[in-house]
C-alpha cells in the first residue's frame, strides 16, 4: 500500500519521490526551503511573483547548489515578466502560473524552455482551459487555501469536478497540513498535494518569527477571506489571518514598516501585499499575515523534512 500513494502519476511525471508539492510562496519559499523539500522527496517551489530575471537565477543557483532534486517556480500572471519566466523554463523542471486566465502562449513558452507547465486554478472551467491550453498539470486550489485564493468553493466539490473534467494529474490545494489531509485527498484522486501554511513556519522559510509565532498560536477559525490588503495588487481576494487584520484596521500609520523583498529592503505600506520576511520591521502583527484554515495544525517551528516526513505517516508510507 505504502508503495502505490508514495508513486503516482505526479511523481511519475515530475521525477520527485513523493506525491507532496512545496506551494511557491512569494517571499517565503526560500532556495534553502524549496531545497529542503525536494532533498526530502517532494517537489520543492520557488515563489518568484515580482522578481526580475537576474534575480530568478541567482536564486535557482542557490537552490541547485542545495539540491540535485527536481524544482519548479511559481509565477503570478498579473505580474508577469517574460524574461524570468523564459529563464526558470530553461532551467526548472516545472514552471507554474496562478491568477490569470490559462494563456497557450504562456504555456508554450514554458514548453519551449523545455519545463513541465502547471496552472493552479479555482474552479472547473479554469482547470478545463489550463487542460486546453496545453498545461501538464493542474492544482486545483479550494476555498481554505492561505495567500491569494482564486476561487469560491471547498477543496473537496472543486477536485471532484476537476478530477471529473481534466485527463492530466491533478493536486489538491488548500486546507492540507497533515498525514490525514494527504491520505484523504490521494484516496479522492488527486496525484499529489499542494502545501503552503505548514511550510510557512519551516525553518528554512524567510518567515519574521512574529509572523511564526502568530502561525502556531492560531486555530484553523482564525483565518479571514478578505480584499484588505490591497496596496500592491488591488481587488484580489486573500486568506490572512483574522489578527493581523484587525491590527492593520486599527493602524494609524500609513506605513506598517519595512521588508526585504529579494535583496531589497522596501516599506510595507498598512495594508500592503508583502508578508514580513526575517528582517522585516515595524509592525509586523498588522502585516498581511497570509494563512490557510489548515494553520491548526501548525504547532512549531519545524525542519521542512521533518514538515515532509509528518504529512506522509499514518502507516501510509515514510519518506
Ligand atoms: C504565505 C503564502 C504566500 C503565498 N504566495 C503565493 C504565490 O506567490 N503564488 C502562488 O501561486 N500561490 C501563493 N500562495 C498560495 C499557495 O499556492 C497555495 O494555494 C496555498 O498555500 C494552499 O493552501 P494552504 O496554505 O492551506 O496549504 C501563498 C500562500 C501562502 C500561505
Redesign the pocket.
Known sequence: MAASLTATRFTELVGCRLPIQL???????TPELAAAVANAGGLGML???LLPASVVEALLDRAESLTRSPLGL???MPFLDRAALAVAASRARVV????GDPDAAVVDLVHRGGALASW?VGSCDEAIAAERAGCDLI?A??V???????GTLGLSPLLAQVLDAVRVPVLA?????TARDVAAALAAGAAGV???????AAGEAD?HPVYCAALVAARAGDTVLTTAYSVGWPGAPH?VLRSALAAAEALTDALAGETVIGETRSPVPRFGVY?PSRQATGRIDAM????????GAVTRVQPAAEIVRELMLQGFASP
Open positions: 506551494a511557491g510562496m512569494g517571499g517565503v519559499a515563489g518568484v511573483p511559481t509565477f503570478l507554474e502560473l496562478f491568477f493552479q492544482v486550489q479550494g481554505a487555501a492561505g495567500g491569494h485564493v482564486r490545494a488548500g486546507g492540507i497540513a499542494r502545501v503552503g501554511t505548514r511550510f510557512v518567515t486568506r508578508p498581511a499575515l497570509y494563512a490557510g484554515e489548515s494553520v
